[in-house]
């Protein structure tokens, strides 16, 4: 199985300032078909998650453009440009190239200074 | 718009059955996989299983497998998971998601509100 490492695991941030999440594969993400199927999810207190990137760096409608996606083979990140408020929550990358199982990082917990 | 509704959650003793639904909208069903994701209290997001758009390929984890069986109904727009020989260790929020991909590659892109199991004597 495809173990998904994510660091840190909590995250104080203080409003307006960036932060960043990585999350790394214990093999290489690229599928056979040139896709590299990591996802990124937020989960807000009490919410169901919420798909904010899909392969690395594709960014869902109406997520906020401070959001990005990157990173390639084993490496990726998620950044927030300027934290607010709205933004704390868990957040999970997962990967779907190496299946079954699909797997989940252990979840990075931001949360505002 | 897309909507997946999950029920059928509740308390069950250790060793009985459950079956969770989850019933769609907003969008043609029997054209996307569709995926059981759960998460134990307190704990991060585990994968549970999957069926393709038509039903004929299902996977599982291993920490199921064996005793819970997804399905799913096109002509209802509905997905199921019959779980059986319920553990304690079960005892989560089950989610299903949809997959847009045509490789199961997880991009779940819509997610359920959630149905509460607890296994518990």
């Known amino acids: 199985d495809v173990v998904m490492t994510q660091s840190p695991l909590s995250l104080p941030v203080t409003l307006g300032q960036p932060a960043s999440i990585s999350c790394r594969s214990s093999q290489s993400l690229v599928h056979g078909d040139g896709n590299t199927y990591l996802n990124w999810f937020q989960q807000r207190p009490g919410q169901s998650p919420r798909r904010l990137i899909y392969k690395v760096s594709n960014r869902d409608s109406g997520v906020p453009d401070r959001f990005s996606g990157s990173g390639s083979g084993t490496d990726f990140t998620l950044k927030i440009s300027r934290v607010e408020a709205e933004d704390v929550g868990v957040y999970y990358c997962m990967q779907g190239t190496h299946w079954p199982p699909w797997t989940f990082g252990q979840g990075t917990k931001v949360e505002i200074k | 718009q897309v909507l997946l509704v999950e029920s059928g959650g509740g308390v069950v003793q250790p060793e009985r059955s459950l079956r969770l639904s989850c019933a769609a909208s907003?969008?043609?069903?029997?054209?996307?996989?569709l995926h059981w994701v759960r998460q134990a209290p307190g704990r991060g997001l585990e994968w549970v299983a999957v069926?393709?758009?038509?039903?004929?390929?299902?996977y599982y984890a291993a920490s199921v497998k064996g005793r819970f069986t997804i399905s799913r109904d096109n002509s209802k727009n509905t997905l199921f998971l019959q779980m059986n020989s319920l553990r304690t260790e079960d005892t989560a929020v089950y989610y299903c998601?949809?997959?847009?991909?045509?490789?199961?590659?997880?991009?779940?892109?819509?997610w359920g509100q959630g149905t509460l199991v607890t296994v518990s004597s």
């Open positions: 998601a949809r997959d847009p991909d045509s490789t199961f590659g997880g991009d779940l892109d819509y």
């Open positions: 069926v393709s758009f038509d039903g004929i390929n299902k």
């Open positions: 907003g969008f043609t069903f029997s054209s996307y996989s």
